[in-house]
C-alpha cells in the first residue's frame, strides 16, 4: 500500500495527483490519500501535499523518524531539507545559493548580522516555513516585522529583482534524471514566486547547462532523491539556487505529457524492489 499523504488542514486529494493513485491502482499498487497526521501503518508513504507541517514542526519530525523506511524519498534527506538551514549547507558545499544567514528571532543578532552585508534591500522569512508564509522584503533599516510569528529562527537574504522580472524556474527530476521544467512567474507589483501569490505556471524548455547546474545539487547530496524539484532564478544565463524541494513539491505533473507516466514508473520501481 502506498499513502499518498494530504494533512489536515488540507485534506482533499489534489486534482493532479489524483491520475498518479489511479494508474498506480491499475498497476496492482493499492493507493490511497490520508493526512500525515492520520498515517499510522503504510507500507510506502509519499508525502506531496503534506501542506501544513512547518505549522506542527515538531510533530511533523517525529513522525518522519518513525516511519523513516517507508518513505518513498530517504527520511534523512527530508529532515535536512525541512528547516532553510540546508541552503548554507549547500552553500558551503559550492552550490550557486541566493546568499543566506540564519540567525535567532532576536532583534539584535538579526541587526548585526544585516549590518555586516552591502544588502539594500532584504528577505526575511521563517527558517520552517513553507508556501511563501511570512515572507517579508525590507529595505536596510525598516522597522522588522513581528518576530514572535516567525518560529525560532529566520532566513536573512538579499532581494533578488530578477526573482520578480525572469519569475523562478522549477525543475523536476526523477531519480536524478530530468523530466520537465516550469517556470513560475509573479503577477506585476509581486516579488514572491509561491503559489498563493497568484504566479503564472508557464511549461518552458530549458538550456542543457541549466538542467546540468541543477542536476549539479542533486549529486551533492549523500543520497540521491527519488523526487526531487530544484527552484532557481536565471540571471545573466547563470542557475542561481533558490530553494531545493524534497518533502513536498509540487511537481506539476498535468502540465507536461508523459510526467505523471514518468514519475509512475518510477514510484513503481521504487516500490517493487
Not at 493507493?31 to 508525502?47: A, R
Not at 529562527?153 to 522549477?170: H, K, M, R, W, Y
Not at 524548455?205 to 532557481?232: N, Q, S
Amino acid at each position: 500500500m502506498l499513502t499518498i499523504t494530504t494533512c489536515k488542514t488540507y485534506p482533499s486529494a489534489p486534482q493532479n495527483l489524483i491520475p498518479v493513485q489511479t494508474q498506480l491502482s491499475n498497476q496492482g499498487i493499492p493507493t490511497q490519500f490520508l493526512p500525515w497526521q492520520e498515517t499510522l501503518q503504510s507500507h510506502f508513504i509519499l508525502p506531496l501535499a503534506a501542506w501544513d507541517y512547518a505549522n506542527f514542526y515538531d510533530e511533523f519530525t517525529q513522525w518522519i523518524k518513525q516511519h523513516k523506511n517507508a518513505f518513498i524519498n530517504p527520511a534523512e534527506l527530508m529532515l535536512w531539507n525541512s528547516h532553510k538551514g540546508y541552503l548554507c549547507d549547500l552553500q558551503n558545499w559550492g552550490i550557486n545559493v541566493i546568499p543566506t544567514i540564519i540567525c535567532s528571532t532576536k532583534t539584535s543578532e538579526i541587526l548585526t548580522a544585516l549590518e555586516r552585508q552591502d544588502w539594500p534591500e532584504f528577505v526575511i522569512k521563517p527558517a520552517v516555513g513553507q508556501s511563501g508564509n511570512l515572507v517579508t522584503k525590507l529595505k536596510q533599516g525598516e522597522a522588522l516585522p513581528d518576530l514572535s510569528l516567525y518560529g525560532e529562527q529566520v532566513v536573512l537574504q538579499p532581494f533578488i529583482p530578477e526573482v520578480a522580472i525572469n519569475g523562478e524556474i522549477s525543475l523536476i527530476f526523477f531519480n536524478g534524471v530530468f523530466s520537465h521544467a516550469i517556470r513560475r512567474q509573479p503577477p506585476q507589483n509581486e516579488w514572491r514566486a509561491n503559489s498563493q501569490y497568484k504566479v503564472e505556471i508557464i511549461p518552458v524548455e530549458v538550456h542543457r547547462h541549466i538542467i546540468e547546474t541543477a542536476r549539479h545539487v542533486l549529486y551533492k547530496l549523500p543520497e540521491m532523491p527519488v523526487y526531487a524539484r530544484v527552484d532557481g532564478t536565471i540571471i545573466d544565463s547563470t542557475f542561481l539556487l533558490n530553494e531545493l524541494e524534497l518533502i513536498e513539491p509540487a511537481l506539476y505533473l498535468d502540465r507536461w505529457e508523459g510526467a505523471t507516466e514518468r514519475f509512475v514508473d518510477v514510484l513503481k520501481a521504487r516500490i517493487l524492489k
